[in-house]
């Protein structure tokens, strides 16, 4: 009996309550540290919004365990009896900071993988509506490039590591919080909501995802409650849109002038000259402005285009909890307006029809965290997007206003006036003005199409720790649900029916093009997008240290349906695992591996297997090394080699060939009309990754430096089989047999300092990428117009070598013996003059080659500047880019199919036959000159840039004003601008370095400069 008492009471006094405090380096609370019992770990506690913590320690040991994320790490003794006062200090060398990968984080000093991050409040103050257009130059191994500047459209296209997909099938993998999203999906997301943006690279970071990994991973991560009390943000932003450069365009006298010299030069062998089109009085008129209306000059861009327009952003965050339930909630709110004038409709009764171009967006979402127990973790999460996209129904060219305006036959300087004397709106009444309405007319009258695209997700969650079983075991289920319904609700009428009239000048007389009454407007009403998919997740976790000895282990179980529509459901399945061990964070292996695949292969070889190896050593962990260079704090060198897929984009299987009834009349009479022959073993593309790289972390933490050369070898391309002739008869299926490679290196570097009160940091990164096919089926006539051994993404042209001269003609006009001439067209002085690569005497199809650079970048940069002083702060990012071909061809070259431009004034004439850089001028007739039909060099230019990609200037105010206030916590003014200044080099064309891309050169929205000046307050 007395044994009992004696050992009863020895183990209540080993149970002991220990109370504290925690700040941080400031002397603030630090909620949500993390306090354990040092050698029983499962024994803890988390400190409140105050900073206070209670843990009842059950066992001999006196030692407790401080931890924090991106903190050091404190083990202190307690003193039963003593409120413990704790001061935790920031983690400066980054050691420890948490980098995500497939499925799980590991530390950055233990991770073996390629992997680039960035937390979202680095970029959530830039004035665009999309992520992925404030990334440019942020992350090594991350290429962006934006197509347009329109609103609801800007969202710039990404690559990871370049592309090596002869199928293009390159686009990255997008997961937001365990979601698959698309391009569109992760571009209607709130900057404001997101806590990091991670790219995963390698394999040993993407062979986990299996047969959706071989193009890399983007891994978003939103924000989350936590333990503090509740705090109350809004945000606002209002900015202005200015357009970098509008091209110049000729007026109406110089291209009535470029006009007579085309139809002289078209003269050229003809035995009557053809009837000029202006006389010498007309050009008069044109140049004096006498006639304008029988003579107008208008520049089209200036009467319907502003030079800028407007953007608003407003958020509202709720975020705090305790050690039950935590909390964030956000609701956000996006506007861009158009650059289209605003025109007063005809009919005062269309005043709410709003024809202009615009953008809105909803953002809402809630993150719920609920513990009901230590060991049990329950998320629910809840976002959504809706959007609303609206463009004018007045452009008559399906690809838009901007494809108007570039238009020669559309939208010349003397096609019509703005008005007529009496304010009605004319037309075109030119041969070559195709008769189209004002274009005034036609934006303000016509109407509007209008797209809303609406984005909706569930996640419901459960984590479950099982230290009961194996201590740092714990299971982990997830179910997400996600919809995108878009639909689209137009208000139109047929712009080429609105009343117009011709005024004669000469006579001042009207006369009508047919219709005097406008339409009435009919509704367009219909869904465009209506998918759904359902992911199920189920996860055991394993990560335990051992002394030294730190092991971690994923098993998951992953299913994914998706319904498209009224098609069939696509089911992905798979598992995935990793293993991995480290010793004293110096050396450490993991293994990946996936099995995985979908419906729509053919049940035999439905999945596919994908494992991964990778390692580090870490020389700075070592003895001897610390002892001779004592200020490097990390040195690790890292490697890995495996095995990814990629099935994105394949077809549905046809196990065997599809017949059609009835067939078209034969001379048997109707029968089946037979498809094309199948193969039933079509699989997903994979490829072989190797990266080997260096992380280096020096003067605790100023400096990190990251390096990493990496080699992909992409096979199994379901590809065309060129090398089969047509004389089989039959159309031959695609075959898994394309083979190419990618390889190239990234480096990064960041140092960061404080002199007094004034901190700063400078960083810089460079990516570097080249691809090669290796294999494609071809069988060309002549080696030059192989692929095989080339880039992907080449043009395939003619070798423009300059322009032919009087010298290659004789008298009679005709060409010379030994000078090539194309069999297309009749040549003169003054045309385009392409290489005769198989010297036969003759410009054929055999003469193209594969031309110039690819139509990505191959190089890309970027330069982070960030000073800190007091209260104010300062960001700046430098872009840019090189390595690439800006192909620019139809109506951005050629003249008469574009309106003229000034490079148009320097053609070649007789006079001036050596310094030309445009061919004779001609009215759009001879296939040798028309780039759009001869597709040469002469269209392309390499392409290079460097941006002022972003700039902001904030000021933080004191804490000693907003006191004054009793309710505002913090205070924050700024003002930001996205691409303030763009420096390139284009040749001989007017066009933007990112959009400018064969026939979406000149045509496309511009890219917009945007100024923004934002408020945030904290409460």
């Not at 029983?40 to 365990?65: H, P, Y």
């Not at 002289?264 to 009557?272: E, P, Q, T």
């Not at 219709?515 to 997740?537: E, K, L, M």
């Given at each position: 009996?007395f ?5 009863s009471a020895k183990?209540?006094?080993?149970v ?5 405090h925690?700040v ?7 909620p ?6 040092e ?6 506690a ?11 320690l059950?066992?001999?040991?006196n030692t407790i ?5 991106s903190y050091i790490t ?8 003593k409120k413990m006062?704790?001061?935790m200090?920031p983690?400066t ?6 980098v995500?990968?497939g499925y799980?984080?590991?530390?950055r ?12 409040a680095?970029?959530e103050?830039i ?5 992925q257009?404030?990334l440019?130059?942020?992350l090594p191994?991350?290429?962006a ?7 609801g459209?800007?969202?710039?296209q990404f690559?990871i590591r370049?592309v ?5 099938d390159n686009?990255?993998l ?6 698959q ?7 209607q997301l709130?900057?404001?909501e ?6 995963l690279?390698?394999a040993s970071t993407?062979?986990i995802y299996g047969v ?11 924000k989350?409650?936590?333990?503090s ?5 809004l945000?606002t ?13 000729l007026?109406a006298y ?8 085309a139809y002289i030069?078209?003269s050229?062998?003809l035995?009557?000259?053809l009837t000029?089109?202006w006389t010498?009085a007309?050009?008069?008129m044109f ?6 209306y029988g003579h ?5 861009q200036?009467e319907l285009l502003k ?6 952003n407003?958020?509202?965050d709720i975020r ?9 909630t956000?609701?956000g709110y996006?506007?861009q307006?158009?650059l ?7 009919n ?6 709003e024809?202009n171009?615009?953008?809105n967006?909803v953002?809402f979402r809630?993150?719920?965290?609920i513990?009901?127990t ?6 629910f999460?809840?976002?959504g ?10 452009p008559l060219?399906?690809?838009g206003?901007f494809k108007e305006l570039?238009?020669?036959?559309n939208?010349s300087a003397?096609?019509m006036?703005?008005?007529?004397p009496?304010?009605?709106?004319g037309y075109?009444?030119?041969s070559?003005?195709?008769g189209?309405?004002n274009p ?8 509007y199409?209008?797209n809303?695209?609406n984005n909706?997700n569930?996640?419901?969650g ?6 009961f ?8 289920l ?6 995108n319904?878009n639909?689209h609700?137009n ?12 005024y004669?000048?000469a ?11 406008f339409p ?7 869904n ?8 199920s997740?189920l ?10 000895h730190?092991?971690y ?6 299913d994914i349906s998706?319904v498209?529509?009224a098609d ?12 991995g061990?480290?010793?004293r964070?110096?050396?450490?292996v993991?293994f990946?591996v ?10 035999e070889?439905?999945y596919?297997?994908f ?8 020389l700075g962990?070592?003895?001897f090394?610390?002892?001779l ?9 890292r490697?890995?080699?495996g ?5 994105y ?6 196990t065997?060939i599809?017949?059609t ?9 109707n029968?089946a009309?037979?498809?094309a022959?199948v193969?039933?073993?079509?699989t ?5 990754k190797?990266?080997?790289g ?9 400096v990190t430096?990251s390096?990493d050369?990496?080699?992909e070898y992409r096979y199994d391309q379901?590809?065309n089989?060129?090398?089969i002739?047509?004389?089989i008869?039959?159309t031959v299926p ?8 990618n ?5 990064e570097f ?9 901190s700063?940091s ?8 080249k691809?090669k096919?290796?294999?494609i089926?071809e069988a060309?006539d002549?080696p030059?117009?192989?692929?095989t ?11 423009f ?8 003609f004789?008298?009679n006009?005709?060409?010379r013996?030994?000078?090539a ?9 003054g ?7 198989n010297?036969d ?7 193209q080659t ?5 139509n990505i970048p191959?190089?890309t ?8 002083y007091?209260?104010?702060s300062?960001r700046a ?8 071909a800006i ?12 309106v003229?431009?000034?490079l ?5 004439t007789?006079?001036n036959?050596g310094n ?6 001609g009215f759009?007739n001879?296939i040798n ?10 269209s392309?230019?390499p392409g290079s840039?460097v941006?002022l990609?972003?700039l902001?200037f904030g000021f933080q105010?004191p804490?000693?004003?907003i ?7 913090n205070?924050?003014?700024?003002t ?8 390139r080099?284009?040749g ?7 959009i ?11 890219i917009t400069a945007?100024y923004?000046f934002?408020l945030q307050?904290?409460f």
């Amino acid at each position: 009996m007395f044994l009992l008492v004696f050992t009863s009471a020895k183990l209540y006094a080993q149970v002991r309550t220990i109370r504290g405090h925690i700040v941080d380096e400031k002397n603030i609370p630090l909620p949500g540290v993390s306090v354990s019992e040092e050698g029983n770990l499962r024994n803890g506690a988390v400190s409140d919004e105050n900073g206070d913590f209670v843990i009842t320690l059950k066992s001999a040991n006196n030692t407790i365990r401080f931890t924090m994320v991106s903190y050091i790490t404190l083990s202190l003794q307690a003193d039963a009896g003593k409120k413990m006062a704790i001061k935790m200090k920031p983690d400066t060398k980054g050691l420890d900071d948490v980098v995500i990968v497939g499925y799980s984080t590991q530390k950055r000093i233990t991770n073996p993988g390629a992997v680039s991050s960035i937390k979202a409040a680095e970029i959530e103050n830039i004035p665009t509506s999309s992520i992925q257009n404030t990334l440019a130059g942020r992350l090594p191994g991350f290429t962006a490039i934006q197509r347009s500047g329109q609103p609801g459209s800007d969202a710039a296209q990404f690559f990871i590591r370049g592309v090596n997909s002869i199928n293009n099938d390159n686009q990255p993998l997008i997961i937001v919080d365990d979601i698959q999203y698309t391009y569109a999906q992760v571009a209607q997301l709130d900057p404001n909501e997101i806590e990091t943006i991670t790219i995963l690279k390698d394999a040993s970071t993407t062979a986990i995802y299996g047969v959706r990994g071989a193009n890399g991973a983007m891994v978003i991560t939103t924000k989350r409650g936590m333990i503090s009390k509740p705090t109350i943000s809004l945000s606002t932003q209002f900015g202005i849109n200015q357009v970098i450069q509008y091209p110049s365009y000729l007026d109406a006298y110089a291209t009535a002038v470029l006009q007579n010299e085309a139809y002289i030069n078209d003269s050229y062998g003809l035995a009557s000259p053809l009837t000029l089109p202006w006389t010498a009085a007309d050009l008069k008129m044109f140049k004096d402005g006498s006639d304008p209306y029988g003579h107008p000059n208008v520049n089209w861009q200036n009467e319907l285009l502003k030079n800028s327009s407007t953007q608003s952003n407003y958020n509202v965050d709720i975020r705090g909890g305790n050690s039950k339930v935590k909390y964030f909630t956000s609701f956000g709110y996006f506007k861009q307006n158009g650059l289209l004038r605003d025109f007063t409709p005809t009919n005062p009764d269309d005043d709410g029809v709003e024809p202009n171009y615009f953008y809105n967006r909803v953002n809402f979402r809630s993150n719920l965290d609920i513990t009901p127990t230590k060991t049990l973790n329950i998320r629910f999460d809840l976002n959504g997007r809706f959007e609303t996209i609206n463009n004018p129904n007045g452009p008559l060219d399906a690809a838009g206003l901007f494809k108007e305006l570039i238009s020669f036959r559309n939208l010349s300087a003397f096609s019509m006036p703005v008005n007529n004397p009496n304010g009605s709106y004319g037309y075109a009444n030119q041969s070559w003005g195709n008769g189209y309405v004002n274009p005034i007319s036609r934006l303000a009258n016509s109407g509007y199409k209008r797209n809303y695209n609406n984005n909706f997700n569930i996640v419901a969650g459960a984590n479950q720790k099982l230290d009961f079983i194996a201590q740092g075991l714990e299971a982990k289920l997830n179910v997400s649900y996600a919809s995108n319904i878009n639909e689209h609700r137009n208000l139109q009428r047929d712009p080429t029916t609105l009343p117009a009239f011709y005024y004669n000048s000469a006579n001042n007389t009207y006369s009508s093009k047919g219709n005097n009454r406008f339409p009435v407007f009919t509704q367009n009403v219909g869904n465009d997008v209506f998918n759904n998919s359902v992911n199920s997740q189920l996860s055991l976790n394993y990560d335990h240290n051992f002394g030294v000895h730190r092991v971690y282990a994923l098993a998951l179980v992953n299913d994914i349906s998706t319904v498209n529509a009224a098609d069939v459901p696509v089911n992905f399945r798979g598992i995935s695992g990793r293993l991995g061990y480290n010793f004293r964070q110096t050396y450490g292996v993991e293994f990946d591996v996936a099995r995985n695949g979908n419906d729509l292969f053919r049940k035999e070889q439905r999945y596919g297997f994908f494992p991964s190896v990778s390692a580090f050593w870490n020389l700075g962990e070592e003895k001897f090394f610390k002892k001779l260079f004592p200020f490097i704090d990390l040195f690790k060198f890292r490697g890995s080699y495996g095995l990814t897929g990629s099935d994105y984009g394949y077809p549905t299987v046809l196990t065997s060939i599809a017949y059609t009834l009835p067939g078209s009349g034969t001379f048997f009479g109707n029968g089946a009309t037979e498809g094309a022959l199948v193969n039933a073993d079509v699989t997903w593309e994979k490829s072989r990754k190797t990266d080997v790289g260096v992380d280096i972390n020096m003067f605790a933490g100023k400096v990190t430096m990251s390096a990493d050369y990496f080699y992909e070898y992409r096979y199994d391309q379901l590809i065309n089989q060129g090398a089969i002739p047509s004389i089989i008869g039959q159309t031959v299926p695609r075959r898994n047999v394309g083979i190419s490679d990618n390889k190239g290196f990234e480096v990064e570097f960041n140092y960061r300092d404080k002199i007094g009160a004034v901190s700063y940091s400078i960083g810089g990164n460079l990516s570097h990428f080249k691809n090669k096919i290796i294999y494609i089926s071809e069988a060309p006539d002549y080696p030059y117009l192989a692929q095989t051994g080339r880039q992907i993404g080449l043009t395939k042209g003619y070798k423009f070598i300059g322009f032919y001269q009087v010298s290659d003609f004789d008298a009679n006009g005709t060409v010379r013996s030994g000078v090539a001439y194309p069999l297309w067209s009749t040549i003169q002085p003054g045309d385009m003059k392409y290489a005769d690569l198989n010297g036969d005497g003759f410009i054929t199809a055999a003469d193209q080659t594969f031309l110039a650079q690819p139509n990505i970048p191959t190089y890309t940069y970027g330069i982070n500047l960030g000073l800190n002083y007091k209260g104010f702060s300062l960001r700046a990012l430098i872009q840019g880019a090189w390595g690439y071909a800006i192909n620019v061809f139809a109506e951005g070259t050629d003249i008469f199919n574009g309106v003229p431009q000034p490079l148009h004034l320097q053609s070649w004439t007789p006079s001036n036959p050596g310094n030309a850089i445009f061919p004779r001028i001609g009215f759009n007739n001879n296939i040798n000159n028309r780039t759009w039909q001869t597709i040469s060099d002469f269209s392309l230019t390499p392409g290079s840039y460097v941006r002022l990609k972003s700039l902001e200037f904030g000021f933080q105010l004191p804490k000693k004003w907003i006191d004054k206030t009793h309710f505002i916590q913090n205070c924050r003014i700024y003002t930001a601008g996205y691409n303030l200044l763009t420096i390139r080099d284009t040749g001989k064309f007017q066009v933007d370095p990112e959009i400018a891309q064969g026939s979406n050169a000149g045509t496309a929205y511009p890219i917009t400069a945007n100024y923004t000046f934002g408020l945030q307050l904290g409460f």
